[in-house]
């Protein structure tokens, strides 16, 4: 039995190795926008309870340390992802 590279992706795992990056960027460019709509108005986000305040200021939190279960589960699950695309590209062939 000898392994040989297959041309074709496999599209589970292909899927699963690309949608939660793209959902990750989707929800991390929201949060930007959030953000910078606040700031634009003159106020000053609070990262904990997600809002804009006109009256307090609030320190900055990284995206990480607000959102990183998320964070960790979408570069596991593309990670898992890209695994499973590797060795889909490998395949058995009977002599």
Same mark, same amino acid.
């Given at each position: ?51 804009? %305040? ?23 699950? %593309? ?14 062939? %009977?002599?």
């Amino acid at each position: 039995m000898a392994l040989t590279l297959t041309r074709r992706l496999r599209p589970g795992g292909f899927l699963l190795f690309i949608i939660p990056l793209i959902l990750l960027t989707i929800h991390y460019g929201y949060d930007a926008y959030l953000v910078d709509s606040c700031l634009e108005q003159g106020g000053s986000f609070n990262f904990e309870l997600t809002q804009c %305040s006109m009256t307090e200021s609030f320190p900055y939190v990284p995206y990480f340390n607000r959102h990183w279960p998320k964070v960790i589960a979408a570069i596991c699950l %593309s990670l898992i992802g890209f695994v499973i695309t590797t060795i889909g590209g490998f395949r058995t062939r %009977s002599s």
